[in-house]
């Protein structure tokens, strides 16, 4: 099955957790990933260690596209960045809003992605390919869904080329998002953001926080499997395949992985896809 894939890390903290990186890269790179994006921290919080994971990953020949978000940020400070990723070769972003870090009252010079976008555009013209967030089951913090849409418009207005989305397991939602979407004008590509399943318990707690929804009935499922944690990884990998193939059938550009610095899952479940 031919599908355009990216796949997502984190920068490591500790050189035990950027060697183990190294080698998920390797194997990862199999899959001829178009590319490898790098997150950032609440407020710039590892502004370095993305920047040398983004560097690496750019010295291997691969892709890469570090996460930049603006909240706690100023003109300066980005544009300090900007210019470096333009030095190193670095040609794709993905521009975010981000979360205020605990304890800092001031959000900086810009409070929303699309002032961000509108930013990097005006500084860089076509420099870079600039990918954006969408969340099909919406933004916890959003008024409405519909407050939500058009903020995701507005980041698309501003000059984003494409988006990715937050995980979900309910294709009705992804697929009644991008409708609605399209309804209001918006063509750029958006890319469906893939969660493999290593653990329930881990993946309910941070769905919980993010507001991803896991339906009735996977919840069930897993929790019956109580600390059964192959049978629980079985299961994972049949619904997160399954949610895949429905997806490319139906037309999605791509696949985003949210890999969490493994290589296992998200191979087993391209492999299943024949990638």
Sequence with gaps: MTFELSVEFFPPQTAEGIEKLRLTQQRLAVLNPAFFSVTYGAGGSTR?????????IAGTGHVAAPHLSCIGSTEDSIRELLATFRAQGIRRIVALRGDLPSGMADPGEFRYANELVAFIRR???DAFHIDVAAYPEWHPQAKSPRDDLLNFKRKIDAGADAAITQYFYNIDAFESFV?????????APIIPGIMPIASFSKLARFSDACGAEIPRWMRK?????GDDAASIQALGLDIVTALCQQLIERGAPGLHFYSMNQAGLTLEICRRLGR
């Design 48 to 56: 370095e260690r993305t920047l040398s994971t983004v560097s690496e």
């Design 123 to 125: 500084e860089t013209g």
């Design 179 to 187: 409708a609605e979407a399209r309804a209001l004008g918006i063509t």
């Design 221 to 225: 499922k897993f929790e019956s499997y």
